[in-house]
């Protein structure tokens, strides 16, 4: 079902079509938007805050812009849905991160406008301006801009972007979306310091007056402006008693201003247009902006609330008939607890992700011993790293997709050191309605071949618990994966027990055809077992639970046994679980026919979790045509 837009939205297909409207008519179109992507969100979900906040700032800039020609590069994507509204997408909208429908992030195949792909913070400055020195060498005077949050704005790439950037001469414009805020509220120095800039009346009434006087003496040349230049320079560091951060990095500096304020942004951006090489413009502005609850509640809460009432602001929660499995965050976060409690030398550690690692828990419970870092995952690894010199235990929790960031401290200060961090990789395997950009497709392949790491997967919480206590002890980097999502046993809570590095189990006997599985997803495979029995199939099914050390006393058990097996994983086929086990195989010299399920070597778009598993052939069905197919095999010879 479509959501009915508003008057003047109904007739914007374009951005040619905004600018068909007088400047006066911005602030309905402004309010329309909002209340289009309210009323598409309360229905059927998605990131909210974020573009709510971004509602006035997205019109002046397509207003402004000659998009899609000029360049517009969005930091994450969290804030493009009135961009992607105003870009030919309004009558698919409620497709948005649905199975088959519209990415829920900017996607260059998606649309011309879409200029760069995006998902993983900080990168939208590095991708500007490599536009902008392309259009440099090609003697284009195209504009490009990067809008980037002050969440963004603290991973270390935002940084090594601008100080390229400042030397670059190129036509570059930096947005700085400031609102305090990513996902969970900002950390550290850099948001003390814009507030800093944001709150002091006394520079900004001052910067006015400089600006008219800059206007009276622009007719006598540049050298004026030089002057006053110099003039800003001195005020700046007077009254903020420091140094201005961006233009010390050689950015020009302009702001802050109301981000809220379309007819200003309009005037300001046409401004901003004349004047050449990089430079900076800081706004102000609401996360959640225009929708009470958004506005003024929980704005951690309200980054994706899921369906809600759009009139009263009740976000819908399913009320289960029976008991439910818990998250296995949530698990991670309990677990985590419990464990500093019997160990002080336990530590937490996450980068920007307190809430959706469950983290909080422990920073609530122990908040000198857990640690949110900022959105910077290289910096946590090596924190960590740190952190075990000294004789304590880090845990480590970033998501899958975002451990990719940090390959190199991982390998370089942890594993060649043989440092005892217990690295915690969230959202493992498919991440849902996110899709490619955070599905957790490769950790396997990409840590199984890294030395001294142990690479574990529990198939349920009393596992992930298991794994939890047998990492805290373990003398050396251990990592544990496990998926979005929730687990299967509702009373999770069970007593800790070391597992054996490398010790895999049976879960059930069976003859014929040996299913092997890695994690989470081997719970598809107890779900295909059972429907295979009521056809007479009776396949053997062995939980793994770690990938690096193989448990090679149970595969001798297996390949002396079998000469089918399947195995099965929520990662990718190249060079993953399946992949280690036909590598071990080979080098004992067995002979079976394997098939290998998992995600194969192309990209996954969005949809829920159980319909990518479907697509890629490893649910429960699946996985029962695996063992079928193979089974006939056998009958036939």
Known sequence: MQITPGEL?????????????PKDKLVQICDELRQFIVDNVSVYGGHFGASLGVVELTVALHYVLNTPEDQLV?????????HKILTGRRERFHTNRV????????????????????GHSSTSISAALGMAVASKYKGSHIQHVAVIGDGSMTGGMAFEAMNHAGVSDTNLLIILNDNCMSIDPNVGALKDYLTDITTSHTYNKVKDEVWKMLGKLSKFGSSAQEIISKVEGAIKSAVLKQSNLFESLNLRYFGPVDGHDVDHLVEILKDLKDIPGPKILHCVTVKGKGYGPSETGNKTTWHAPGTFDKVTGEIFKKTPSKPQAPKYQDVFGHTLVELAEMDSRIMGVTPAMPS???????????????????IAEQHAVTFSAGLATQGLVPFCNIY???MQRAYDQVVHDVCLQNLPVVLCLDRAGFAGADGPTHHGAYDIAYFRCVPNLVV???????????????????NGPFSIRYPRGNGVMPEWKTAFREIPVGQGRIVKEGEEVAILSIGHIGNYAVEACQSLLKEGLNPAHYDMRFVKPLDEELLHEIFGKFKKVVTIEDGCLMGGFGSAVLEWMVDHGYTAQVKRLGIPDEVIEHGEQIELHRECGFDPEGIADAVRSLSEVVRIF
Do not use: C
């Open 9 to 21: 939205l109904a007739q914007i297909n374009t951005p040619d079509d905004l600018k068909k409207f």
């Open 74 to 82: 969005w930091d994450v994507g969290h804030q493009a849905y009135g």
């Open 99 to 118: 199975y088959g429908g519209i990415s829920g992030f900017p996607k260059r195949k998606e649309s011309e406008y879409d200029t760069f792909g995006v």
């Open 356 to 374: 959706g690692s469950s983290m909080n828990i422990m920073m609530s419970a122990m908040p000198d011993r857990a640690f949110d870092v900022g």
């Open 400 to 402: 899958s997709t975002f």
């Open 456 to 474: 574990s997967a529990p198939m349920n919480e009393e596992e992930l618990r298991n794994l939890m206590y047998t990492g805290s002890k373990y």
